[in-house]
């Protein structure tokens, strides 16, 4: 194909049928901190795991809210949990518990016990 020197970029419009708002809101509710992130990629910036793949936890919890779950698990196991994240958020944002539980929604688990409250029970 010929280079034009730019690309097309995928559709980023979301589909507000399928947004499966119930995982969203299971979310929330157990990581009730994550209410007060605003986007500033703080987490991104700081992550253990962004210096040696292309992981980016930004751009992760923001798909997960819009209901892009393409490859997130997948893209989910390349964090190590060390907590960098968590640390560095300018709002106080539990990062750590967040990855875990969208691990645990992805996967389907009923009974999540992790709680941001609670603290991290792996
Ligand atoms: S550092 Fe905190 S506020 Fe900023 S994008 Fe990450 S989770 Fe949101
Ligand atoms: S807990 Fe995961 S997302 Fe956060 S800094 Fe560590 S490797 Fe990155």
């Not at 960098?84 to 996967?107: E, Q, S």
């Given at each position: 194909?010929?280079?034009?020197?730019?690309?097309?970029?995928?559709?980023?419009?979301?589909?507000?049928?399928?947004?499966?708002?119930?995982?969203?809101?299971?979310?929330?509710?157990?990581?009730?901190?994550?209410?007060?992130?605003?986007?500033?990629?703080?987490?991104?910036?700081?992550?253990?795991?962004?210096?040696?793949?292309?992981?980016?936890?930004?751009?992760?919890h923001?798909s997960f809210l819009?209901?892009?779950?393409?490859?997130?698990?997948?893209?989910?196991?390349?964090?190590?949990?060390?907590?960098?994240?968590?640390?560095?958020?300018?709002?106080?944002?539990?990062?750590?518990?967040?990855?875990?539980?969208?691990?645990?929604?992805?996967?389907?688990?009923?009974?999540?016990?992790?709680?941001?409250?609670?603290?991290?029970?792996?």
């Amino acid at each position: 194909m010929k280079d034009f020197g730019f690309t097309i970029s995928k559709g980023r419009s979301l589909d507000l049928d399928n947004l499966q708002q119930d995982r969203v809101d299971k979310l929330l509710e157990l990581v009730p901190s994550y209410k007060l992130c605003i986007g500033c990629g703080g987490c991104t910036a700081s992550c253990s795991a962004a210096g040696f793949t292309d992981f980016n936890i930004r751009r992760i919890h923001t798909s997960f809210l819009r209901a892009r779950y393409d490859d997130l698990d997948k893209q989910l196991q390349k964090c190590m949990l060390c907590g960098k994240c968590t640390l560095v958020c300018p709002r106080g944002v539990n990062t750590r518990a967040l990855i875990i539980n969208m691990r645990r929604i992805l996967a389907g688990v009923d009974s999540v016990t992790v709680n941001e409250e609670k603290g991290v029970v792996l």
